[in-house]
């Protein structure tokens, strides 16, 4: 009778284990179906980013000629490895067309150091990185004092029309690559150093003249 009871017994643990053990496979299974159907965070980005390195100075007659203010050439470079959602590091106005107007009301400090958030490998002297602040308004963020800005680096004095490549403006959400001659206000942020020009960019899009 004893010898029964035992079996009995035993039976009833390993039928009660048997089931502990499938309940637990079944959470295993939705949880790996679950991590499965979900995009790792950094992938939910507009694919790259992408900054500029500039060479100051004039171009004409096929050379550049450094001792004057302006822009010889650019060459973009990215790096398809990092992600972020446009207006995500720096807010986006998508209202205000007017550059002058956002300089008046924008608080410096939210222009983050893009170079450092996103570890970029920079030449400060040179580098400049591109962001949308809405379809119209292109920012450049430069991290040191250049031949473009004023003496009180307040204004950037862009000489000749200025065409940026169709697929960074693109990537960004702009609605052209064209930038024109004049005057555009920059924002001076006091805490990370960061110059942050606010400009225009004119509708249509055209390719870079060799």
């Given at each position: 009778m004893k010898?029964?009871?035992l079996i009995v017994v035993v039976a009833i643990i390993l039928i009660i284990w048997a089931?502990?053990?499938e309940q637990i496979l079944k959470e295993e299974s939705v949880v790996v179906e679950n991590n499965d159907s979900e995009e790792p965070e950094t992938k939910k980005g507009w694919g790259q980013t992408?900054?500029?390195?500039?060479?100051?100075?004039?171009?004409?007659?096929?050379?550049?000629?450094?001792s004057f203010p302006g822009i010889c050439e650019y060459k973009r470079i990215c790096i398809p490895e990092?992600?972020?959602?446009?207006?995500?590091?720096i807010p986006c106005w998508p209202d205000i067309f007017d550059p002058r107007i956002i300089y008046e009301k924008i608080d410096p400090r939210?222009?983050?150091?893009?170079?450092?958030?996103?570890?970029?490998?920079?030449?400060?002297r040179h580098g400049a990185v591109p962001f949308a602040m809405n379809e119209g308004?292109?920012?450049l963020q430069f991290y040191e004092e250049n031949r473009l800005l004023s003496s009180d680096g307040k204004i950037l004095l862009?000489?000749?029309?200025?065409v940026l490549d169709i697929e960074t403006t693109k990537e960004l959400g702009l609605r052209g690559n064209v930038l024109k001659a004049g005057e555009y206000p920059v924002v001076f942020n006091k805490e990370?150093?960061?110059?942050?020009a606010i400009l225009n960019v004119e509708k249509g899009f055209e390719r870079v003249s060799e």
């Open positions: 010898k029964v009871s089931c502990e053990k992408c900054f500029y390195y500039i060479e100051y100075g004039l171009k004409w007659g096929g050379h550049c000629h450094s990092i992600y972020f959602e446009p207006c995500q590091l939210v222009f983050i150091s893009l170079r450092e958030k996103l570890q970029l490998d920079i030449d400060s308004i292109l920012g862009l000489k000749q029309d200025l990370n150093k960061t110059f942050n």
